[in-house]
Each structure stands twice: as structure tokens, then as C-alpha cells.
């Protein structure tokens, strides 16, 4: 068990619709980041939060967004959910320190499925 | 960031020492080699990370060659439950993300 956690475990939206996802992180980190895997494939970064704000994004539209509260969770929001948005999200959280030292640990994810 | 080569899938028997290999041939001085793996359908797993040296956890051990252009994770004595996919990621210093490839499925027999 890592202490990240995330909610709901399980969501079924219709497409067009819009979905938040949640993840409170590890105690002592402070940065969180979010990443989209979709089925028999690996994690793709979405992007990550660090002091209430974007520090990195991968390749994803602006329909996916988020935010970082000052206790360091975060939400990530998908607008406009199309069916290619089914997935696995999952955020990882990591003590900043600028670089590939910040060792990111994982939460159990969030089940998306877009009808 | 360097690319990574594993291979698909491996089979190992319980109680054997699970050797994966990791192939990094472009990989930059600055670039640490992380090692997760992905229990089905849960979020992936730390196991270790390593820039030049080897290194030993309570989890495994990492084998980096001395010219960096591949790694081995060694599970010392596999068991079932460490059936998962492995995934093996060059992170260069300044990047803030994991860039997963599509990893090794190893299953641990009986």
C-alpha cells in the first residue's frame, strides 16, 4: 500500500458528459501526478501538479484539466468525454525535487467507461 | 528520453530467481533506469531505480552494466504473486514524467 488514494474505484459516463476524478496523496508529498491507461497498454502521462499548479503535461487536450488543492490532492477533469477516454486513470504521488529523483507511487486508479 | 527494449513476456518457476532484461542503448549520463510493475488491473509498483551503480532493495536487486546500455532486474526468489507486467523506464534528470513502454509479462509457475 502506498497511501495514495483514489476515488470513485468505478465510473460509467455517456459521452459528452463530464467527469471529475480524485486522488489524495501520500503524507509528505507534494506533488501529484495523473496518468491515462487505456487496455493492454502502459500509463501515458497526463500531466502533474506541483505548488497548485501545472508542471509538465503530456500529450492530451485541453478538455482534460486539473487541479491541486493546498492539502496537495488533486482532481483531474475530463470535459466532452468521448468513447477513446475508457481507461484506467491513475495519479501518483512524489516529494518534489526537481527531477528524475522524485520517485512517483502509484494509487489503485480509477475504472472509466464511456458509453 | 532513451527508448527502452524488453522483452514480451518471460515464464519463471516459483522459488527461481526471475532475471529481466532491460535494453537502454541510447541512454545519456544523466538518465536514472526505474523498475515498476503492474500487478493486474491494480496501480503500478515501485520496485527500485539506479543511475550507474547496482542496487539492492528488499524487493529486488538492479544490474546496470558499466556502459549503461542495459539493466537486469533480479527477483531472487519468485513467487506466485509476483506474476505482473514489469515495466523498465529511462527518466532523464529533468523530466517529471514516467514514460511506460509495454513492459514484460512474467508469470511465476508452480
Known amino acids: 500500500e502506498t497511501g495514495v488514494t483514489q476515488s470513485p474505484t468505478h465510473l460509467i459516463k455517456t459521452r459528452g458528459q463530464q467527469v471529475t476524478l480524485r486522488c489524495s496523496s501520500q503524507?509528505?508529498?507534494?506533488?501529484v501526478s495523473w496518468y491515462q491507461q487505456a487496455l493492454g497498454q502502459g500509463p501515458q502521462f497526463i500531466f502533474q501538479?506541483?505548488?497548485?499548479?501545472?508542471?509538465g503535461r503530456g500529450n492530451f487536450p485541453p478538455r482534460f484539466s486539473g487541479l491541486q488543492f493546498p492539502n496537495y490532492s488533486s482532481e483531474l477533469n475530463v470535459n466532452a468525454l468521448e468513447l477513446d477516454d475508457s481507461a484506467l486513470y491513475l495519479c501518483?504521488?512524489?516529494?518534489?525535487?526537481?527531477?528524475?529523483?522524485?520517485?512517483?507511487?502509484f494509487g489503485p486508479g480509477t475504472r472509466l467507461t464511456v458509453l | 528520453d532513451a527508448k527502452t527494449t524488453q522483452p514480451p513476456s518471460m515464464d519463471c518457476a516459483e522459488g527461481r530467481a526471475a532475471n529481466l532484461p532491460c535494453n537502454h542503448s541510447?541512454?545519456?549520463?544523466?538518465?536514472?533506469v526505474y523498475w515498476y510493475r503492474q500487478i493486474h488491473s491494480q496501480g503500478p509498483q515501485y520496485i527500485i531505480h539506479?543511475?550507474?551503480n547496482n542496487e539492492t532493495n528488499e524487493m529486488a536487486s538492479l544490474i546496470i552494466t558499466e556502459d549503461r546500455k542495459s539493466s537486469t532486474l533480479i527477483l531472487p526468489h519468485a513467487t506466485l504473486r509476483d506474476t505482473a507486467v514489469y515495466y523498465c523506464i529511462v527518466r532523464g534528470y529533468n523530466n517529471n514524467d514516467m514514460r511506460f513502454g509495454a513492459g514484460t509479462r512474467l508469470t511465476v509457475k508452480p
Open positions: 501518483a504521488s512524489s516529494k518534489y525535487s526537481g527531477g528524475a529523483t522524485d520517485t512517483q507511487y
Open positions: 541510447t541512454i545519456s549520463g544523466n538518465e536514472y
Open positions: 501538479y506541483y505548488r497548485e499548479e501545472e508542471n
Open positions: 503524507s509528505g508529498h507534494n506533488t
Open positions: 539506479g543511475l550507474k
